[in-house]
């Protein structure tokens, strides 16, 4: 026998001898480990991103009135 199915067993034994108020704290107990673990493992997904992926969209939005100012920069260098 596993250790996961003698835990199952045991769980199961346990919960027979609860009142049923106390087996729905159980349930919700279970239920909010459920949750926290898919919130560690949304945050275990997420990735360090650049200052420039972060703001990508906002990169040229500003009108300074002198033209696109990269481009300049690519006239002077060449």
């Known amino acids: 026998m596993t250790l996961a199915t003698t835990h199952q067993q045991t769980i199961l034994e346990k ?3 609860l009142n049923p108020q ?3 704290q159980v349930i ?3 239920e909010f ?3 926290k673990a898919d919130k560690t493992a ?3 997904e997420e990735r360090e991103i650049s200052a420039l992926e972060s703001a990508g969209d906002l990169v ?3 009108d300074s009135g002198k033209g696109d100012l990269s481009l300049k920069k690519r006239e002077r260098g060449s």
């Open 22 to 24: 106390q087996q729905q």
């Open 33 to 35: 480990l459920q949750l």
């Open 42 to 44: 949304i945050h275990e």
């Open 15 to 17: 919960l027979q001898t």
């Open 60 to 62: 040229g939005c500003l």
């Open 28 to 30: 919700e107990f279970i």
